[in-house]
């Protein structure tokens, strides 16, 4: 099943000719679509048949009814995915086969940017629930902070909640970093990895195995020399 099922309202294609709004039937060959749009200012052109599930500022909302509309640089995006694969992080087609060691990306920016420092108050609220209680470890992993659950012996223990939490913070102490691993399936289990980059106003989720958590830094500095080759001056 795929990360990222298809479920925007149309794929806005552009070509050296024109810009078009195409349906889904379209025979223009996807090698010369683009998908355009900003970051908080930063012009990007997307390959099309690299990017999914686009969204823009003032697209309608689920359910609603709205018309095509022609997208230009001037557009803010809200929400997209793309996948990278290592070890080069070359930018995945749509169609390409999935690997184990691909890295999903989502996109969260301009209208969908969370306010304020929400990253650090993510962190603030990680004992909400007094039947799951963190504790920070004494050693750091790979440099970052490591949160760990604290369970009572005897105690049963959800495979659901069994998470480990990792974060990196800046010199005023704001959580930029917010790392997420699942513990059940070992370094098999998935990791959710937020990061933000204030200049775009852009929050990048990641998603991939436990066993390249160490890689962590350099995930988010290839995440962002792949966004800033695709921007347009």
């Known amino acids: 099943m795929p990360l990222y099922p298809p479920r925007c309202n149309h794929w806005l294609l552009v070509t050296s000719v024109a810009i078009l709004v195409l349906g889904p039937t379209s025979t223009l060959a996807e090698e ?125 223990q959800s495979d659901m909640r069994n998470i480990d939490v990792f974060v990196d913070t800046s010199r005023d102490g704001d959580v930029t970093t917010f790392i997420e691993c699942g513990n059940t399936r070992g370094e098999r289990s998935l990791c959710s990895h937020d990061f933000l980059v204030p200049s775009m106003k852009t929050k990048f989720t990641a998603m991939y195995r436990r066993a390249v958590l160490s890689n962590w830094r350099e995930m988010e500095v290839q995440v962002v020399r792949r966004i800033r080759e695709l921007q347009v001056d």
């Open 32 to 156: 010369r679509a683009v998908v355009v749009g900003n970051l908080e200012g930063t012009k990007l052109a997307f390959p099309a048949n690299t990017v999914r599930n686009v969204e823009y500022d003032n697209d309608p909302g689920w359910g609603e009814v709205g018309r095509p509309t022609q997208r230009t640089f001037e557009s803010g995006i809200r929400s997209l995915g793309f996948r990278l694969q290592p070890p080069h992080f070359a930018l995945l087609k749509n169609s390409d086969g999935g690997t184990a060691s691909a890295v999903s990306i989502t996109v969260t920016a301009n209208s969908y940017y969370g306010k304020g420092p929400f990253l650090t108050r993510r962190l603030e609220v990680i004992n909400r629930d007094p039947s799951y209680l963190y504790s920070e470890a004494k050693e750091k992993f790979a440099s970052l902070r490591h949160f760990e659950l604290a369970f009572e012996p005897g105690t049963p």
